[in-house]
């Protein structure tokens, strides 16, 4: 495919690692943060054919892992109320809520469906006036506009039976909070591509500047992650740390203007809960007072609803890099992709799941092979 | 949810309103809301998360990346030419 192959190309990728063996001369730890990287760091072998010096710990960048329980406990109990259609993305319906998720409140009998497009769920709640229909709404800067278009594409047709069930969270103060929490590792961060197409890559420069780390905007592909990591590491020899944009070719500086735009007209800024991690300042977003009618919390009522996760699992200290999917005592064992303990192993971009599918068999590594 | 791989735009239409489009993966095609690239063409590439696309993909920046990892290999093998001497 055009503008993929071309990153995926096996010679390049070899000479990379070499100028990375090059490079490196003391001990580094390069934090990804987006768990799309994650996946394509395990599926690729990254992570088995860098010099030991370098270590990769994997961020807390996949929106379905970092989503509170009790949010799927309110996404559970709105499903079950009657007369309400309630969609979301595949993903979040296996999400374990404090006693159940949502394919089993589908098997109870709730109207829950899986949508590809926010778009979709507009469509059925015009076509179904006599129902509720609820969006549950999750993920980082990549999917807050879709989130905004869906409020002000029901605003716009005047669409009383819409709501939306928001959780969505913002990266960079998640990235300080974690440079800030005293048993920090992180020494480089290789930035989420797709957050900054919306916000662009300024917003991390006074972040750059205050902790003194390397932040490199870096894609998904291979060569993205590898010349990613290339960047860190000669930052790091250096001694610099500035923000380096190494996917031009989809992140302009200053993001993506309309999206913005309409992200900030519908939402606002607020404080908000990490599933294993816990509340972090300024790092969500909440549906504006002028938009509240389609606010899905307040009409069913739901914002009592509270849970704790389970115990045994360790996902919020992997989420912060301070433990690997394997010290796990669950891992492979109580928990799997088919039974997940924890958000971690549910979504394929979770660490623990591309830990579980790829580095358990520890065969492919296509970057190297494929010739 | 983060992982996308760019699609060509190869058709675009209005929709209740919206800037919608047909966007080609390499065979497979899928609708997808244009809203917040607005001047985008028919034949470019976009980047599309959830149905929506966020960015038109800069086909010049893609190609400079790709010759600064041209370079990469060149200096790689002109250095190994050397030492083989
Ligand atoms: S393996 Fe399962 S229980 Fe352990 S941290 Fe990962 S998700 Fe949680």
Known sequence: MKFVDEYRDPALARSMIEQINNTVKSNWTIMEICGGQTHSIMRNGIDQVLPEKVSLIHGPGCPVCVTPIEMIDRAIAIALEPNVILCSFGDMLRIPGSSKDLFVAKSEGADVRIVYSTLDSIKIASEHLDKQVVFFGIGFETTAPSTAMAIHQANRLGLDNFFMLNSHVLVPPAMTALLDSPDNRVQAYLAAGHVCAVQGSSEYEPIAEKYSVPIIVTGFEPL?????????????????????????????????????????????????????????????L?????????????????????????????????????????????????????????????????????????????????????? | MCLAVPGKVVEISEENGLKMGKIDYGGTQNSTCLEFVPDVNIGEYVIVHAGFALNVLDEKEAKKTLDIFDELEQKKSEFLRKLSK
């Open chain 1, 224 to 284: 993205d992650i590898l010349s990613g990591i290339l960047a860190a590491v000669t930052q790091l020899e250096n001694g610099t740390a500035t923000v380096e944009n190494q996917y031009k070719r989809v992140v302009p500086t200053d993001g993506n203007p309309e999206a913005k735009a309409l992200v900030y007209e519908i939402f606002e800024v607020t404080d908000r809960k990490w599933r294993g991690i816990g509340t972090i300042p300024s790092s969500g």
């Open chain 1, 286 to 371: 909440q549906i504006r007072e002028s938009y509240k009618q389609f606010d899905a919390e307040k009409h069913f009522n739901v914002e009592f609803i509270t849970a704790e996760e389970p115990e045994q699992c360790i996902s919020g200290l992997i989420l912060r890099g301070l433990k690997k999917q394997n010290e796990c005592p669950e891992f492979n064992k109580t928990c799997t992709p088919m039974k997940p303990l924890g958000a971690t192993m549910v979504s394929s971009e979770g660490a623990c799941a591309a830990y579980y599918t790829y580095n358990q068999h520890k065969v492919i590594l296509p970057v190297l092979e494929s010739k």
